[in-house]
């Protein structure tokens, strides 16, 4: 079954359930970007009877990467590690969520709502992993990344909030 994945706030919902679906091992999905106003196809109202069908999760290896990964990661070379907050949550000037601002160390920020083809320092990267608050938003890079060739791309799914309540180093400025 084909999945059309679509929001309206640009917030990210589309993208991680995109981003899900593939964990998950449902690989027959896209994203419509613009919302439902995008939609070029008929559209009906009311009921629909669909048939249940049986999903049977497979999560799939290597597509994201823990805290303590991360931690001893970090530095090297061929890693580039992807901050999609706004960039005043990125140098750490505001933290409307969590108990600390700032951000992991040698991060570089792509913000996910300015975010269109991914710059060179982060697309030619050996390996790249891609974080921001809570894990819903990085999946917009994802995605992108994803559409100029580079799925491999990871998550850090607890993001930016587990990283500074487990007490790991942050930068700032």
Do not use: Q
Request: hydrophobic share 40%; glycine share 12%.
């Amino acid at each position: 079954m084909f999945v059309v994945a679509y929001d309206h706030g640009g917030a990210g919902g589309a993208a991680r359930l995109w981003w899900l679906l593939r964990h998950y091992g449902h690989e027959d999905v896209a994203v419509l970007r613009g919302g439902l106003d995008a939609w070029i196809g008929p559209l009906r109202a009311g009921e629909e009877e669909i048939e249940p069908r049986e999903f049977v999760p497979r999560p799939r290896a290597g597509d994201t990467i823990d805290a303590d990964e991360l931690a001893r990661r970090l530095g090297e070379s061929e890693l580039v590690v992807v901050d999609a907050r706004s960039p005043e949550r990125y140098r750490g000037e505001t933290e409307p969520i969590d108990p600390v601002a700032g951000r992991i160390p040698g991060a570089v920020n792509w913000f996910y709502a300015e975010a269109s083809e991914p710059p060179p320092e982060i697309a030619e990267a050996g390996e790249i992993v891609v974080y921001c608050g809570s894990g819903i938003t990085a999946c917009v890079d994802l995605l992108l990344l994803a559409e100029a060739g580079r799925s491999d791309a990871k998550l850090y799914p607890g993001s930016w909030s587990d990283w500074c309540r487990r007490g790991l180093p942050a930068e700032r400025g």
